[in-house]
């Protein structure tokens, strides 16, 4: 498999690429879209696991992939069909390929690299982050770089200063616990079950905002590092501490959720002071909590822009724009058909242009 990259565009010029297919199956949810470059997105579906994991409290990898192999391929035909289209009219197809679970990756880089293979059309494989990242292009059509995202997913918690499409440099990231994996395992904790964040948000609701007061960490010390660990640490033994009543888990979370955010808005605003930037993009499944929007929309001295609620989660939407993006720019991957579990997203190449 090529690099991203291995095609300068700067060379090569662009492919005239106009409507691009996105597969995404980088963990437990099915995604599949089709974007065209006039008309904008035509179509996206999605598939989620939540219901195959829930009995193991997580994401099961073996049968995650087999979910996706069941599921991907009439998708594909609903997408197209939503569309009006037909799979010869596709110009391109893009796939996430890193970072996610290795065999959940593999079926939609074999998948999407067969299709482009037998449509003879150029296929990439698509950064599970720059996807979304660059999902606030597709309602945003004002937003230009440079800017400072605040990458918060369920696998990644990262401020990344954005400087082109492609120039990704990152300025600060967990040193441990994901900011969505803080909140699956603390609404664990809190018995609401899997996939937690969505719940432990709704429980959060009902609490009381000053009973509880957790720490926020790595507020003492200076720099754009992330540390969650120790939140759901403390909220075991608060929650050992009291009674445990539906009241005393609201409180909880109210509590974490407060502390978690109000972290994310402190480092945010540091960043924005590092980089100069006046614009912050907030991406991915976390980017969907209320209380966090709420926060970073009304307290930071910066335009914030938030892709819609339902491309915060993974979708197939993101990996077809950041796609077509590359594939417009003249970079195309060879037929090797690779996984990329681990992908820093700043080893991305430049997107000229």
Known sequence: MQSAGSDSPDERGGLGVTLVAGIETSCDETGVALYDSARGLLAHELYTQAATHADYGG?????????????????????????????EQLQGVAYTVGPGLAGALLVGAAVGRALAWALGVPGIGVHHMEGHLQAAYLDEDTLR????????????????????????????????????????????????????GAALAELATRGDSGRFVFPRPMLDRPGLE????????????????????????????????????ETLLAK??????????????????VGANRRLREALTTRLAARVVYPR?????????????????????GQQDDLTIAARPRWPISELPRVAG
């Open 145 to 196: 770089t440079p800017f400072l995202c605040l990458l918060v997913s369920g696998g990644h918690t990262q401020l990344v200063d954005v400087r082109a499409h492609g120039d990704y440099r990152i300025l600060g990231e967990s040193r441990d616990d994901a900011v969505g994996e803080a909140f699956d395992k603390t609404a664990k904790l809190l018995g609401l079950g899997y996939p937690g």
């Open 268 to 285: 945010a605003q540091r960043a924005l002071q590092v980089t100069g930037h006046n614009t912050l993009v907030v991406a991915g499944g």
């Open 226 to 261: 992330f540390s969650f660990s120790g939140l759901k640490t403390h909220v075991s033994t608060t929650l050992h501490d009291c009674a445990g009543t539906d009241q005393d888990r609201a409180d909880i979370a109210c509590a974490f959720e407060i502390a978690v955010v």
């Open 309 to 329: 609620l339902e491309f915060c989660t993974d979708n197939g939407a993101m990996i077809a724009y950041a796609g077509w993006l590359r594939l417009n720019a």
């Open 59 to 87: 994401v099961v990898p073996e049968l995650a992939s087999r979910d996706h192999v069941r599921k991907l391929l009439p998708l594909l035909e609903r997408a197209l069909a939503a569309a009006g289209c037909r799979r």
